[in-house]
């Protein structure tokens, strides 16, 4: 699976901003997508899943971040609101060729990656 993201810019705190990652593949309704972000010196954490089970989100962005997927057009969203300067990172996104995963946020459970598009929130 190919994925293609985009989406990032600068922004000031309290803006919104929403990221788009469009897969290649013909069984995208079945893959489980999530978003990840890496700061610079830290390491990559869990935004954001998506698959059969459901949505989730780890505490610090649940209730500013949303996680969307249209299957007719491949293509999985992050609405983020509310943004802040900690959330400023390079985001990933992230599949998994099947409809549920053992777990969410654990890097290594994925198969392909996308190249990451810069969020940067300024104070």
């Known amino acids: 699976v190919q994925l293609q993201a985009s989406g990032g810019g600068l922004v000031q705190a309290g803006d919104s901003l929403r990221l788009s990652c469009r897969a290649s593949?013909?069984?995208?309704?079945?893959?489980?997508m999530a978003w990840f972000r890496q700061a610079p010196g830290k390491e990559r954490e869990f935004v954001a899943g998506?698959?059969?089970?459901?949505?989730h989100y780890p505490e610090y962005v649940k209730g500013r971040f949303t996680i969307s997927r249209d299957n007719a057009e491949n293509t999985v969203y992050l609405q983020m609101n509310s943004l802040k300067p900690e959330d400023t990172a390079l985001y990933y996104c992230?599949?998994?060729?099947?409809?549920?995963?053992?777990?969410?946020?654990?890097?290594?459970?994925?198969?392909?990656w996308g190249q990451g598009t810069l969020v940067t929130v300024s104070s």
């Open positions: 992230a599949a998994y060729g099947r409809p549920f995963i053992a777990t969410f946020s654990s890097p290594r459970n994925y198969d392909s």
């Open positions: 593949g013909r069984t995208f309704r079945n893959y489980t």
């Open positions: 998506i698959n059969w089970s459901g949505k």
